[in-house]
């Protein structure tokens, strides 16, 4: 799962503390190996292993929150998408990043929907999961091959052509996201830059409402 090296980190570019909530042993010692690889240092790191865990640790953080949130899907207690929606009411601009081996396409859209900022599943190497946690800092969405589905989907079935709303850059990568290929290798195919694929995804979800708290109905 690893890959050569990771991109480097300026420890101020990321807000801290970082709240790690993921049940799985072996994900969360991977994720906290990721952090610590970017330039965080252990005190920076919280992590729970449920929605009763991390409950906790969110009000000892006060009212300024975390910096960060990574949250998985399917936690013993529930469903992850609980906390999101709850750390999106009271922190409105927390950079909320999930990372699941959850990749149908309900539980992403019901992730996007809760307010998460992205959502990359396990199975992406570190350096993709890394650039998806910087990019979700930035603004950015990352999105699975089902919601690049979705929306080509969702656009047809109401208005039938309507995906030449679409520029012809944006549809190139959504069918490439479908194809399963990750940003940076989006990025390398097009022959563009890893922030304008970020940049492309980001209008797309952004112009069809996919990521907001309310999505249209023609997207639901």
């Known amino acids: 799962m690893k890959s050569p090296q990771s991109p480097p980190l300026n420890t101020h570019a990321i807000p801290t503390p970082v709240l790690l909530v993921e049940d799985d042993p072996l994900l969360l010692k991977r994720l906290?190996?990721?952090?610590?690889?970017?330039?965080?240092?252990?005190?920076?790191?919280?992590?729970?292993?449920?929605?009763?865990?991390?409950r906790p640790l969110l009000e000892r953080m006060g009212s300024y929150g975390p910096g960060l949130a990574l949250v998985d899907l399917g936690l013993p207690?529930?469903?992850g998408?609980?906390?999101?929606?709850?750390?999106r009411d009271t922190f409105a601009q927390l950079p909320i990043m999930v990372v699941s081996a959850?990749?149908?396409?309900d539980s992403i859209l019901a992730a996007?929907?809760?307010?998460?900022?992205?959502?990359?599943?396990?199975?992406r190497d570190d350096f993709e999961v890394t650039l998806s946690i910087r990019g979700a800092v930035r603004g950015a969405v990352h999105i699975e091959p089902p919601i690049a589905r979705h929306i080509l989907d969702a656009?047809?079935?109401?208005?039938?052509?309507?995906?030449?709303?679409?520029?012809?850059?944006?549809?190139?990568?959504?069918?490439?996201?479908?194809?399963?290929?990750?940003?940076?290798?989006?990025?390398?195919?097009?022959?563009?830059?890893?922030?304008?694929?970020?940049?492309?995804?980001?209008?797309?979800?952004?112009?069809?409402?996919i990521g907001a708290r309310a999505m249209p109905p023609r997207l639901q």
């Open 155 to 209: 656009l047809e079935q109401v208005r039938p052509g309507s995906t030449a709303a679409l520029s012809g850059v944006q549809r190139q990568v959504l069918d490439r996201v479908i194809d399963g290929l990750s940003h940076r290798e989006i990025a390398a195919q097009l022959l563009l830059e890893r922030s304008e694929v970020d940049r492309h995804i980001r209008d797309v979800c952004t112009k069809f409402h």
């Open 32 to 54: 906290i190996s990721l952090m610590l690889r970017m330039g965080y240092a252990e005190a920076d790191l919280m992590a729970a292993h449920s929605l009763a865990a991390a």
């Open 112 to 123: 996007l929907r809760a307010g998460a900022s992205g959502y990359v599943c396990k199975e």
């Open 81 to 87: 998408c609980d906390l999101i929606s709850e750390m």
């Open 77 to 79: 207690d529930g469903n």
């Open 102 to 105: 959850w990749s149908s396409q």
